[in-house]
């Protein structure tokens, strides 16, 4: 007998799926849009507030603390209470908080209300791509994570956008960028009550009426008649019959099986390489990134100028994604990722020696290039590593390791250019893309294979 999850792999690309990817989607941008946005109002509250580096690297920090909580808790929780309850708990999290933080009055409000702003990023992000994954149908569900990965860079855009257009206009710019944070607020309400739960997470806890509801109602926006043995327990259901007419006595009780570890002897190796990943591709990324308004300042350029560079880095963030998401079903994931890694690592490199403005912008759009499009690529091989009962804890926490890195990487930057100045800095994210790159390599490919269900 076909069972819910296959019913669901086989099925085209409708417009329940293009409504769950844009859903998820939003909500991703707006979580790029708030990271994005903090760099901008790093590099203005130098100016205003007259911070030293190590001030400013603890608020660029602070936040990914926060992240790394946030990511090992909503993976749990995904895993107990649901993947679309936690993704909307943490968007009305960070948006009340980042809303908050524009009323700062000074850094040590601010560094509070950005660690709180970390907990609900940090958890929602695993918890998008792990729904989206057990959604997708399995021939493209690869360049679907890569797509929802691209809403990323529509969210950094919107950033860039508005440290370019809002911060600089006066005291209070940076004041007026943060407020826009609160959309996401109101966005958690359009999350719960409009996107679906997971169907493996529905029937990983019984709930099995609820679970071929929804399947039958992607079948229905695909035109495909559901099978003649659709169950909603163990035991068919007379013709005629829907679902959620199945009295209680009928569905069979379930015994949840013991959750597998993601350190069992047959995880564990997939498990170590993904955390290596996601450790090195967060040091690289959050130490640059968030540090390049702040770096350009730092090297002669007002914030308006550096604040348009940094836009215009941004905007390759884009095409990054789009040949990801094109190459992860032509390569595979693991060769997509490797080979993305390793174009950024030369981008760092030739980022940190980089000293005219034509040579800056172009190293920068490489780095950012090669740096999102290997984003994509880990969000949509994550997810396809571990069983449904532990799929939300095995992304979450591999993400949580990773937000170690981002927590360390803003902090060493100005001890690393105090050393050695640009150079330095970019040759350290060089050298951690290419170890990261090598750790990608040792993954299993999972292209075209079902996600594990036990």
């Not at 702040?294 to 095409?319: C, H, K, M, W």
């Amino acid at each position: 007998m076909t069972t819910r999850t296959e019913r669901l792999d086989g099925l085209p690309f409708t417009r329940k799926h293009r409504r769950l990817l844009l859903g998820s989607g939003v909500g991703w941008a707006l979580d790029a849009m708030d990271v994005g946005l903090i760099s901008f109002v790093m590099a203005a509250l130098a100016v205003h507030w007259a911070l030293t580096p190590t001030e400013l690297s603890w608020i660029g920090s602070i936040g990914f603390v926060g992240m790394a909580i946030g990511a090992a808790l909503g993976g749990l929780l995904a895993d107990r209470i649901g993947r679309r309850q936690v993704f909307a708990a943490t968007l009305l999290v960070y948006g009340l908080a980042t809303g908050a933080a524009a009323l700062s009055t000074g850094i040590a409000v601010l560094i509070v209300l950005r660690f709180i702003v970390g907990l609900g990023l940090g958890a929602e992000l695993p918890v998008a791509s792990t729904l989206v994954s057990e959604f997708a149908p399995r021939r493209i569900r690869g360049r679907v994570v890569v797509i929802l990965e691209g809403f990323w860079a529509v969210g950094w855009i919107m950033a860039a956008l508005i440290g370019y257009f809002v911060v600089p206009t006066g005291d209070d710019g940076w004041r007026w960028a943060l407020a826009v944070g609160l959309v996401p607020a109101a966005y958690a309400l359009v999350i719960r009550f409009g996107l679906p739960e997971s169907v493996r997470f529905l029937e990983s806890k019984g709930r099995v009426d609820e679970a071929e509801r929804i399947v039958r109602d992607y079948e229905a926006s695909a035109g495909v008649e559901p099978p003649a043995a659709a169950t909603t327990g163990t035991t068919p259901l007379p013709d005629g019959v829907a679902p959620d007419r199945v009295a209680p006595d009928r569905l069979e009780p379930v015994e949840e099986p013991a959750r597998e570890s993601i350190w069992s002897p047959r995880l564990r190796r997939r498990t170590g390489a993904l955390w290596i990943v996601w450790f090195g591709i967060n040091f690289s990324y959050y130490g640059a990134f968030i540090w390049l308004p702040s770096l350009l300042v730092s090297q002669g350029f007002d914030l308006v100028r550096s604040f348009g560079y940094t836009l215009i880095i941004t905007l390759a963030q884009l095409p990054g994604y789009a040949v990801a998401a094109w190459l992860i079903e032509v390569w595979g994931r693991r060769v997509t990722l490797a080979v993305f890694l390793s174009g950024s690592a030369v981008a760092a490199g030739l980022f940190g020696l980089a000293g005219s403005p034509a040579t800056i912008i172009a190293a920068g759009m490489a780095l950012s290039f090669f740096n999102l499009g290997a984003w994509g690529a880990l969000y949509a091989i994550g997810p396809e590593l571990y069983p449904t009962r532990t799929r939300g804890s095995g992304t979450g926490a591999a993400a949580a390791f990773g937000r170690i890195a981002s927590i360390i990487a803003p902090l060493l930057v100005p001890v690393m250019l105090g050393a050695g100045g640009t150079a330095m800095v970019f040759g350290v994210f060089a050298a951690a893309f290419v170890v990261a790159a090598l750790a990608a390599f040792t993954l299993p490919e999972r292209k075209g294979v079902a996600l594990e269900e036990t």
